[in-house]
C-alpha cells in the first residue's frame, strides 16, 4: 500500500457504515479506486461487495432505508456531500448491471440516449459509431442500427449497455457482475472488451468469480460477511494487488476463500 | 380385528365402478357444471340475437345523420346527436381523467410508493372504483348543474370522469410497477432524473398498458346511464355543449317504454350501435394487452 | 475487435461529455414530480369532496326527517312526507337475490374454467363470452329484460303462482315489471364479478395442495369441494362481497325493470323499488326539499356500498396476503 502514489487514486471510498433500515449491512471497509486499472471486489454471497459499488455512484439511494456513513472522494468532492447531486455523481460514474438491460428502443437511440441526456451539440452518428467501437460491437450492428436492442443476444445485449455507458466518456465505469448472465463466449469477448476499456477509463466490477478477477484485475478486495455480532453485515478482509493477493495473502480469511474452504 | 386384516391382505381392487355412488356424485357434479356453463352464455347470444334482430333493421345511413323523431313521427330520424353527445362527453370524461389518472399513478407507483397519502389515495381510488355510478351523476349533479342552473354536457363530462378515473389510475399504476427494476436502474445508472427516467423509459414502456386501462374506461363510460341521466340528461336537437345533451344509453332508456314503435326501432338501432362500439373497444384494449404480453 | 483496428473510437478520446443536469432538467424535475404529488392529492380530495357535497347537501333533510325517514314508508311529496323504507328493502333484497343466483352460475363457472375441465382453447372462449357478459351496458339489459326476458317469464311465474300461491315467494300474481325480473338480470350483470374473482383465487391455490388431495384417492370433485374450494374460499367470499357491492349500486337495469313501487314485499313477483332507481327517477324534477331528501338517500346508498365494498377488499386482501405466504 505504501507504494501508492496519492495521485493514481481517483475515487477513494469509505464505508464506515451502509445501513438498509436498521440492518447494518456493510463496515469500514475502504476502497481506494486507482485510475485506469481494474478493481475486482470478491467475495463470498451477501459480503456487501455489490452494495459498496453501487454506493459509488449513488444507485443505492434509490433503495427505501439505504444509509451511507464515511466518504467517497471523487476529484477532491465527497460523492455525498449534501451540495452533490447525485444525479451528476451517475452521469460522471457509468454503471454495467447484471442482467443486460438495453431499453426497448432501437440500437442507434440506446448509444444515443446518454448523449441527449447530456445534451451534446456534436454529430451524433460519429460519436454513436464511436461508442460502439468502444463496445467492440460496432461490427456487428452497423448494418442495423435502426433495429430493437433488445433483438440481441445476450452477450451483444452487454456490450450494448457497455456501449452505452461510455458514449459520454464517464471516468469511472462500474460493473456489477456484468458477466453472471452470459454465456462462456460472451463472457469472455466482455473480458477481453474490458482490459481495452481500462487504458480509457478506470473500472471496478464485482464478480463472484475468483478467476475472472485474477484474469481481469490489476487490484482485487476481498469482502466477507461477519455474522459475529448477529446480523449479516459485509467488511472489507483485504486489498491489494491481484497477484500478491493471491498468490501470498496476509489474512487467514482470505487463504481459506481462495483455497476453496468457504464459498 | 381379523376380519380387517385379512382384508389388508387381499389384492386391493382397482377396477373402475362407473354407478358407484362416488362416481355417480361427480358425474352429476360435472353435468351441473356443464349446464351452468352453458345457461350463463345464453344472456350475451339472446341479447346479441335480439338487438341485430330488432335493431339491425335501422342500421343505415340516416340512423347515423339525423336528429330523433318526435313520439308522433311514425317512421324515419336517426340518433347522430346522440352519437356526438355520447363521443363528447366521454371525450371531456378522458381529457379530465388521462393526465389526473397518469400523473396520480406515477406518484403511487415510482415516485413515492410507500408515502402516507400514496396509501390513502390507493384506497380512495379503490373505493371510488366501487361507487354506484349514480352518485357520480349525484355528485355532478351537486357541483356542476346546481352552479352552472342548468343541466349540461359539461356536467355529463364530469359525472363519467369521476367513473374512469379509478380504472385508468389503478391500471395505470399497475403497468408502471411492471416495468422491470433493471430498466428503471439503467436510467439512473445513466444520470436520469427521476422524471426523465419516468418520461423516456418507463412511460414509454407503460404505454400499452395504460392505453389498455384507458379504452376500458371509456368503453364502460359509453355505455354508462345512471351518471347522464340528471347530468346532462336527453335532447333532440343537435349538440349545445351548455345545454341539456343527448347520449346514446339515456336514448335508450327514454325511448325503451315508448309508445312509438319507431321510437323502440331507434332504441333497439341505438343499442346494437352502444353494444358494436363497447365491444370494438374491448377487443382494442384486449389486442393491446395481448400484444404487449409477448 | 474494433478498438484493435485503430478506427475512431470512444477509447481514443480523453475527452469527457458528461454534463450536470441543466437548469431546466433541474425544473421540469422538479415541477413533474410535484404535480404527480398534487394529482394525488387530488384523487384523495375528490373523494373526500364527493362525501362532503352529497353529505352537504343532505344535512338539512336529515336534521328535519332524522332517521326516522329510513324506516318509514310514506312517499307523499304533497305534504312533505318521506320514507325510503321499501327502496332499502328492494335494494337489499334484490341484491341478495341476484347474489344468490349470481353467485352460484359465477362460482360454478369459476370452477368449470379453472379445474381442467375443457381444452385450453375452450376454456379461453367461454373465458371471454363471459367477459363480454360485463361490457354489455346495463342500459341494454334494461331492454332485453322488458322485451325479452318479461315475456319469457310470464307463463312459469303465472304457473307458480296458481300452483303455489301459499308459499311467501310466489305470493303476488306476476306483472312483469317487478323483483324476480329484475332479480334475475341483476344476477346476469355481477356473474362476470364473482367468476372473475373466485377464478383468480381458484388458481392462487397452490398445485401441490391439488396433487395431495389427489394423492391421497380423491376423485375430482371430492378434491374441489373438500380442498380446493375450502382453499379458495377467502378470496371467493371476496368475490361474493364485491358482486354485492355491484348489484346494491346497479341503476340502470332496476330502474327499467323493478317496476318502482314502494312495496315491501317478500314475494319475488312484486314491483319494488331500490334506492338507486328512487335517485333516476325522481331527481329530473325533484324541488329543492326533495332534492334533500334524495341526499339523504345518495348518502343511505354510498353508505350501504362503501361499507360492502372495504369488506370485500379487506376479505380478498387478508385471505391474499395468507395465501402467498403459503
Known amino acids: 500500500m505504501n507504494s501508492l502514489l496519492q495521485d493514481d487514486i481517483i475515487l477513494d471510498c469509505r464505508a464506515e457504515k451502509i445501513f438498509y433500515s436498521d440492518f447494518l449491512a456493510v463496515r469500514d471497509s475502504h476502497v481506494p479506486i486507482r485510475k485506469n486499472q481494474i478493481t475486482g471486489f470478491i467475495g463470498p454471497s451477501g459480503c456487501g461487495k455489490s452494495t459498496v459499488l453501487r454506493s459509488i455512484n449513488r444507485m443505492n439511494d434509490l433503495i427505501r432505508g439505504f444509509k451511507f456513513f464515511g466518504s467517497v472522494q471523487f476529484h477532491s468532492m465527497d460523492i455525498y456531500d449534501k451540495k452533490v447531486d447525485p444525479v451528476a455523481v451517475r452521469r460522471n460514474i457509468g454503471m454495467v448491471f447484471q442482467q443486460p438491460n438495453p431499453f426497448a428502443m432501437s440500437i442507434y437511440e440506446n448509444v444515443a440516449f446518454g448523449l441527449r441526456l447530456n445534451r451534446f451539440k456534436g454529430n451524433m452518428d460519429e460519436q454513436v459509431e464511436k461508442a460502439l467501437r468502444g463496445g467492440a460491437l460496432w461490427d456487428e450492428v452497423k448494418d442495423k442500427l435502426k433495429k430493437s436492442g433488445l433483438s440481441l443476444s445476450g452477450g451483444q445485449q452487454q456490450r450494448l449497455c457497455i456501449a452505452r455507458a461510455i458514449a459520454t466518456g464517464p471516468q469511472v465505469l462500474l460493473m456489477d457482475e456484468p458477466c453472471s448472465a452470459l454465456d462462456p463466449i460472451a463472457t469472455r469477448q466482455i473480458e477481453e472488451l474490458m482490459l481495452q476499456l481500462k487504458e480509457r477509463f478506470t473500472v471496478c466490477i464485482v464478480t463472484h468469480n475468483m478467476q475472472q478477477a485474477q484474469r481481469v484485475a490489476d487490484q482485487t478486495a476481498f469482502f466477507s460477511v461477519d455474522i459475529s455480532v448477529g446480523g449479516r453485515t459485509g467488511y472489507l478482509v483485504e486489498m491489494g494487488a491481484t497477484k500478491e493477493l493471491f498468490s501470498n495473502p496476509q489474512e487467514q480469511l482470505t487463504k481459506e476463500y481462495l483455497h476453496g474452504d468457504f464459498s | ?294 | 475487435m474494433a478498438a484493435e483496428n485503430g478506427e475512431e473510437s470512444i477509447l481514443n478520446h480523453a475527452e469527457t461529455l458528461a454534463a450536470p443536469p441543466t437548469p431546466v432538467d433541474k425544473i421540469f424535475d422538479k415541477c413533474f414530480r410535484t404535480l404527480t404529488f398534487v394529482f394525488t392529492w387530488a384523487t384523495v380530495l375528490l373523494l373526500a369532496f364527493i362525501v362532503f357535497r352529497i353529505g352537504g347537501q343532505a344535512l338539512p333533510a336529515m336534521k328535519e326527517y332524522g332517521p326516522g325517514l329510513l324506516f318509514s314508508s310514506d312517499w307523499d311529496v304533497n305534504n312533505n312526507q318521506f320514507g325510503i323504507w321499501p327502496q332499502i328493502w328492494g335494494t337489499l333484497y334484490s341484491s341478495l337475490l341476484a347474489l344468490v343466483l349470481g353467485g352460484f352460475f359465477g362460482i360454478t363457472i369459476a370452477i368449470f374454467l379453472t379445474q381442467d375441465f375443457l381444452p385450453h382453447k375452450l376454456e379461453m372462449v367461454l373465458k371471454n363470452i363471459v367477459e363480454l357478459l360485463a361490457a354489455i351496458p346495463s342500459v341494454v339489459y334494461g331492454l332485453w329484460g322488458i322485451y325479452v326476458l318479461i315475456p319469457l317469464l310470464q307463463p312459469t311465474a303465472d304457473k307458480l303462482h296458481s300452483s303455489f300461491g301459499w308459499f311467501p315467494l310466489f305470493s303476488t300474481s306476476f306483472s312483469g315489471f317487478g323483483m324476480f325480473s329484475a332479480a334475475l338480470v341483476l344476477s346476469i350483470m355481477i356473474l362476470p364479478t364473482i367468476a372473475a374473482i373466485s377464478q383468480d383465487a381458484l388458481r392462487a391455490v397452490p398445485r401441490r395442495t391439488k396433487e395431495a388431495a389427489f394423492g391421497m384417492g380423491a376423485t375430482r370433485w371430492e378434491a374441489i369441494l373438500r380442498v380446493i374450494l375450502p382453499t379458495a374460499s377467502g378470496g371467493i367470499s371476496g368475490a361474493l362481497v364485491l358482486g354485492l357491492g355491484r348489484a346494491l349500486g346497479e341503476t340502470m337495469a332496476l330502474a327499467m325493470l323493478v317496476g318502482n313501487s314502494a312495496t315491501v314485499s317478500l314475494s319475488l313477483f312484486s314491483p319494488a323499488s331500490t334506492l338507486a332507481s328512487l335517485l333516476a327517477l325522481n331527481f329530473p324534477e325533484a324541488d329543492l326539499n326533495q332534492t334533500g331528501v334524495l341526499m339523504y338517500a345518495a348518502c343511505t346508498l354510498l353508505l350501504i356500498t362503501l361499507v360492502v365494498n372495504m369488506l370485500g377488499t379487506l376479505i380478498i386482501n387478508t385471505t391474499t396476503t395468507k395465501g402467498g405466504e403459503r
Request: aromatic share 8%; proline share 6%.
Open chain 2, 1 to 294: 380385528m381379523n376380519e380387517t386384516k385379512n382384508n389388508l391382505l387381499q389384492l386391493p381392487n382397482l377396477e373402475r365402478h362407473p354407478f358407484e355412488p362416488r362416481a355417480l356424485k361427480s358425474i352429476l357434479l360435472s353435468t351441473i357444471t356443464v349446464i351452468c356453463a352453458i345457461l350463463a352464455c345464453v344472456p350475451l347470444f339472446s341479447v346479441l340475437v335480439m338487438l341485430i334482430y330488432r335493431g339491425g333493421s335501422r342500421i343505415n345511413l340516416e340512423l347515423f345523420t339525423a336528429l330523433p323523431p318526435t313520439a308522433f313521427q311514425f317512421d324515419g330520424g336517426g340518433i347522430s346527436n346522440a352519437i356526438i353527445g355520447t363521443l363528447f362527453m366521454v371525450g371531456i370524461a378522458a381529457l379530465i381523467t388521462i393526465p389526473f389518472g397518469v400523473l396520480a399513478a406515477i406518484y403511487l407507483a415510482e415516485f413515492g410508493p410507500y408515502s402516507k397519502i400514496a396509501t390513502i389515495a390507493r384506497f380512495s381510488a379503490k373505493t371510488m372504483s366501487g361507487l354506484p355510478s349514480i352518485i357520480a351523476g349525484v355528485f355532478a349533479y351537486a357541483i356542476m348543474v346546481i352552479t352552472m342552473g342548468s343541466y349540461s354536457a359539461w356536467a355529463g363530462g364530469v359525472a363519467l370522469a369521476v367513473l374512469m378515473l379509478p380504472t385508468i389510475l389503478l391500471t395505470a399504476e399497475e403497468t408502471i410497477k411492471m416495468v422491470p427494476k433493471r430498466m428503471k436502474e439503467a436510467a439512473f445508472g445513466m444520470g436520469c432524473t427521476p422524471s426523465q427516467s419516468m418520461t423516456k423509459v418507463v412511460l414509454p414502456m407503460a404505454l400499452p398498458g395504460i392505453i389498455t386501462g384507458v379504452v376500458l374506461a371509456v368503453a364502460r363510460a359509453a355505455g354508462e346511464t345512471a351518471p347522464l341521466l340528471f347530468t346532462a340528461i336527453f335532447s333532440e336537437y343537435a349538440l349545445e355543449p351548455n345545454d341539456p345533451t343527448a347520449s346514446l344509453a339515456v336514448l335508450i332508456y327514454n325511448y325503451s317504454n315508448s309508445t312509438s314503435e319507431n321510437q323502440l326501432e331507434l332504441a333497439w338501432a341505438a343499442s346494437l350501435v352502444l353494444v358494436v362500439l363497447v365491444f370494438i373497444l374491448n377487443m382494442v384494449s384486449r389486442w393491446i394487452g395481448s400484444r404487449t404480453r409477448k
